[in-house]
């Protein structure tokens, strides 16, 4: 155990030598005003809307949830390796995903309205659509600013503009519940509006600072495919995430549906730290120096071995306080102690996982990335449906982990695999180097002695005429 903290240490230090100690403070600071924010919500909302009227804010959202997906998470990843990795012009890739955002989301929140009003009726169909609106259009606008400031001015300043957007729903929500009009049409009329002033202010000063206009331009049909491919795998992750609790309740375990997901809120606490230091070096994976051997692969080890280390840590941390859970969730809850444990190794997998794939991403291999996501998380669907009806709960935990077990080793197999494509390529582009500086390198032995008899006949020649 010393060895291991030991260990977790040095990279530690490592992390704050070149940088990312600041970066992954702010991406600590805004999960954890997120949570706050998330946590304070709940409480207010439940409070004033009652549980059938939360009922409603939580179906509406549960519509928005993998909707949004793909509305507002795609097109900024795009932007992100355009710019840093592909490194093509700032102002036209901006112009053409502010295109991509309002086409993708104009799309689903047609979609996403007609679906509201027809699972929700006891919602009225305007806050429906202000709701979507919100998030299907205004946010994903302002994600496209904080990006492009992402990819000129870094992480952490990116990362205090989002953070911010946060402290504003959180005031929005607090004003309302101390005006005593906290419902959903007025979050949801309020938010907007305050919304709308912010978006269009960060993509204006954002716009003026970097120096392009601040309009949609004809979008780029390989920034389309790029934004789709991360949509893909993202919309893979949420499936990974969610499948084995919405398996669970479809088969009509409510009691261990309940305690299961208890016990995963936990293991998610214990992500934090994994995604926060995924957040934080998935700008620096984008920066591919054309002619560097083992550079993303370098990368992957080297953050990988801070996330598996924390990992070790994090399951004998629960292993041994997991019995404390009932004192945080209630006693109900007690039964949720072993299902921790069971989940435990989820955070190892998962930050053994992460760092390779966003390796194969600064490789350019975009689509085979989301593709693994994909299709492991399809696996772990069909161990769920399999392994559910047999095991319980433990069902779910085995297809998790196995899902999760898969997606790291196909990861790291195919990361070796291309990182040695691409080293051969280099190593091909400097041999033809070399061969075009030596002219006589492709020569044999003979014709080398022949070419050295004749060059030596005409010095003697040229020294006769001399004479």
């Keep these: 155990m010393k060895g291991l903290v030991a260990q977790l240490t040095g990279r530690v230090r490592q992390l704050r030598e070149n940088g990312l100690a600041g970066d992954s403070f702010w991406g600590f600071l805004h999960e954890g005003i997120g949570l706050v924010a998330t946590m304070t919500a709940f409480t207010l909302l439940g409070r004033s809307l009652g549980t059938a009227g939360y009922g409603d804010y939580a179906s509406l959202y549960a519509i928005v949830g993998p909707l949004g997906n793909l509305a507002a998470s795609g097109v900024p990843l795009a932007l992100m390796q355009h710019v840093l990795r592909d490194r093509e012009p700032l102002a036209d890739t901006v112009g053409s995903c502010t295109s991509l955002t309002l086409l993708f989301g104009t799309g689903l929140a047609v979609i996403g309205v007609m679906v509201g009003a027809l699972i929700i009726p006891t919602l009225p169909i305007v806050t429906i659509a202000m709701v979507i609106v919100l998030e299907f259009l205004v946010q994903p606008l302002s994600n496209v600013a904080s990006t492009t400031i992402q990819t000129q001015a870094g992480y952490a300043r990116a990362t205090q503009l989002r953070t911010g957007q946060v402290l504003i729903r959180l005031a929005i929500i607090l004003v309302l519940h101390a005006m005593d009009n906290l419902t959903v049409a007025s979050l949801a009329a309020?938010?907007?509006?305050?919304?709308?002033?912010?978006?269009?202010?960060?993509?204006?000063?954002?716009?003026?600072?970097?120096?392009?206009?601040?309009?949609?331009?004809?979008?780029?049909?390989?920034?389309?495919?790029?934004?789709?491919?991360?949509?893909?795998?993202?919309?893979?992750?949420?499936?990974?995430?969610?499948?084995?609790?919405?398996?669970?309740?479809?088969?009509?375990?409510?009691?261990?549906?309940?305690?299961?997901a208890a016990a995963y809120r936990i293991v998610q606490f214990g992500l934090i730290p994994v995604g926060v230091l995924t957040g934080a070096t998935h700008q620096r994976f984008l920066h591919h120096e054309e002619g560097e051997r083992d550079q993303h692969l370098t990368r992957a080890i080297k953050y990988a071995g801070v996330t598996v280390a924390y990992g070790v840590v994090f399951m004998a941390v629960v292993l041994s306080l997991a019995p404390l859970l009932p004192r945080l969730v209630g006693e109900e809850f007690r039964e949720s102690v072993t299902m921790v444990r069971w989940l435990a190794p989820l955070v190892l997998l998962r930050g053994l996982a992460m760092f390779p794939m966003n390796a194969l991403m600064g490789l350019g291999k975009t689509f085979m990335r989301s593709m693994l996501l994909v299709v492991t998380a399809a696996l772990s669907m069909v161990l769920y449906i399999t392994l559910i009806p047999i095991w319980n709960w433990k069902g779910a935990v085995a297809g998790t982990l196995i899902g999760e077990a898969a997606l790291a080793c196909a990861a790291w197999f195919f990361l070796l695999r291309y990182q040695r494509l691409d080293n051969a390529r280099i190593d091909a582009a400097q041999t033809g180097g070399d061969q075009e500086d030596d002219p006589g390198a492709d020569l044999d032995d003979e014709t080398m002695a022949a070419v050295n008899e004749t060059s030596m006949h005409a010095a003697m020649h040229a020294e006769d005429d001399r004479t």
């Design 190 to 260: 309020t938010h907007l509006v305050v919304s709308v002033f912010v978006t269009g202010a960060m993509l204006q000063l954002t716009a003026r600072h970097y120096g392009y206009r601040p309009w949609p331009r004809r979008f780029r049909k390989h920034h389309a495919g790029t934004s789709v491919s991360y949509s893909i795998g993202i919309t893979g992750i949420t499936l990974q995430n969610d499948g084995d609790k919405a398996t669970l309740a479809a088969y009509g375990y409510r009691e261990e549906t309940g305690l299961y």
